[in-house]
């Protein structure tokens, strides 16, 4: 058997999730991809899924589809249907939890089933910031990232010994071809600017690399340390709205 590494992304053909399998796919990985929507880019080592893993027989079919068993999944995949303010229906609501958390743990059980998780393998579970702080109107999207984060921990203690479960909480990463991010944006940002999908890939493969043997259950925060600096009236240039 090859020992090519085996991933799986879910939501790899855009943003976070394309650099991702980018990412591993340059490291010389096999990634297999399930997503919506089909990447915007190929590789000879790139499968792609096509489907909804909201959807139950999709997740199903999906890893009847798998050839070889898994060295590290990415359960990258969410939603935002907003909140309250704005209506979300009890539907809606549903959906984005089926996408956010009920997907990987569903992913997850079947690799297990399947004895498809490779040993020593690594899940990582990308969550948000917004795990533990709040806009208005974000309750669907923010519910799901605060259970991706409980279920890191959880998966974590119920598969000692099979895999190691890390959880990364992004902070601002700009996905999109914006102009230069203005110096207030900045200032957000003790790191001194705005985040890149490339800041987390790089983590990602870190925490599926042997030199993070030792890390399981844990959340890493990779935010620019935005979330850790505390505004004031008169900071960096912030005042009241009159």
Known sequence: MSNTKHIIITGGSNG??????????????????????????SHECLQFFRGDIGDKNT????????????????NNACVSRRGILSGC??????YVQRVGVTAPY???????????????ASIINIASTRAFQSQPDTEAYTSAKGGIVALTHSLAVSLSGKARVNC???GW???????????????QHPAARVGTPADIAEMVLFLCSDKAGFATGENFTIDGGMSKLMI???????????
């Not at 997740?59 to 990415?74: G, T």
């Not at 229906?89 to 549903?94: A, I, L, N, R, V």
């Open 89 to 94: 229906s009890y539907e809606d609501f549903e």
């Open 232 to 242: 004031y009236h008169g900071d960096n240039g912030w005042g009241l709205e009159h």
């Open 106 to 120: 569903y992913l997850t059980s079947l690799l297990l089933k399947n004895n498809l998780l490779a040993p020593n």
């Open 16 to 41: 976070i999730g394309r650099c991702v399998a980018e990412t591993f796919l340059r490291s010389g990985s096999s990634v297999s991809v399930i997503d919506i929507a089909e990447p915007p880019y």
């Open 173 to 187: 990463i700009e996905t999109l071809e914006l102009p230069e991010h203005s110096a207030q944006d900045k200032r």
């Open 59 to 74: 997740l199903e079919n999906f890893v009847k589809s798998l050839d070889r068993p898994v060295n590290c999944l990415i």
């Open 168 to 170: 990364i909480s992004p």
